[in-house]
């Protein structure tokens, strides 16, 4: 009953007021099944609140709290927000290690847990830690929304590499062609993604044409398919900027005669 009325109560009343009726609940009810998810509730209260020590105190119960079976993936997750949000990034990884290994998280989960790592050593420029774990998320788990956001990553390292003339990068291709196939990816899987309107606007920089290396040599780039043309057209269609969509169908020979009109 003491349970049910604090749970009741959030929401409908302030912040603060919530908190302490939780603290004060939990103080109360030592060792019962309900504490857990009253700890739940009060570190989720704690973790919106500007203060730094009551972040702290969220995470620190999100942690403990992460023991009963439950609760254990979903407190992980917010103790890596947490985490991120603090610049812990070695606590992070711990975090998203451990969720990563966990054998109830699903697949969702696993995938989200390896594209928010990789995250992290990007953040630090470890960058082939990074694409090590980049390149397994889209070979294990390719149809997640992670696998799309991973090509970006991917392309977007090779462009890097390929433009800072890193060795090999100037006699050899493969950086630049890896770039644009991951781009292509990208867009194929998502063309009104969070990126998809930057891919769109890579690629056709790069359609046909050269990329100065930072040593002054000189990659030629191949054009992009009349594929690519369509694909990048759908990205300009669903931004709105009809000028540049429909110039690319007509390059193309696409056959969206209903957009086309529109």
């Not at 995250?119 to 420029?125: I, M, P, V």
């Not at 433009?163 to 062609?177: K, M, R, S």
């Amino acid at each position: 009953q003491a349970f049910g009325e604090v749970i009741a109560s959030l929401g409908e009343t302030t912040a603060e007021n919530s908190i302490t009726r939780l603290r004060s609940f939990l103080a109360n009810n030592p060792g019962t099944t309900e504490r857990h998810f009253a700890a739940y509730a009060l570190a989720r209260l704690l973790s919106k609140s500007k203060a730094p020590e009551d972040r702290k105190e969220a995470l620190e119960i999100f942690t403990d709290t992460s023991s009963y079976s439950l609760l254990k993936t979903l407190c992980l997750w917010h103790c890596a927000e947490l985490a991120a949000a603090q610049a812990d990034e070695e606590r992070l990884r711990n975090i998203l290690s451990t969720i990563s290994k966990a054998h109830e998280a699903e697949t969702q989960e696993i995938a989200r847990a390896t594209y928010e790592l990789a995250q992290s050593y990007l953040r630090t420029n470890e960058t082939d830690k990074a694409k090590a774990l980049l390149l397994t998320l889209k070979q294990r788990f390719p149809s997640t929304e992670y696998a799309k956001g991973a090509n970006y990553y991917i392309g977007q390292m090779a462009l890097n590499n390929a433009i800072a003339g890193l060795p090999g990068a100037q006699d050899d291709p493969l950086p630049l062609t890896s770039a644009v196939q991951n781009f292509r990816d990208y867009l194929k899987g998502s063309t009104s993604g969070r990126f998809s309107a930057e891919v769109a606007d890579k690629l056709m920089s790069l359609n046909a044409g050269t990329v100065q290396t930072a040593s002054g040599g000189t990659l030629q780039i191949p054009p992009l398919t009349a594929d690519d043309l369509d694909l990048i057209g759908l990205v300009y269609y669903k931004k709105n900027d009809y000028n540049k969509a429909l110039s690319l169908w007509q390059k193309a020979g696409s056959n969206r005669n209903f957009q086309k009109a529109q």
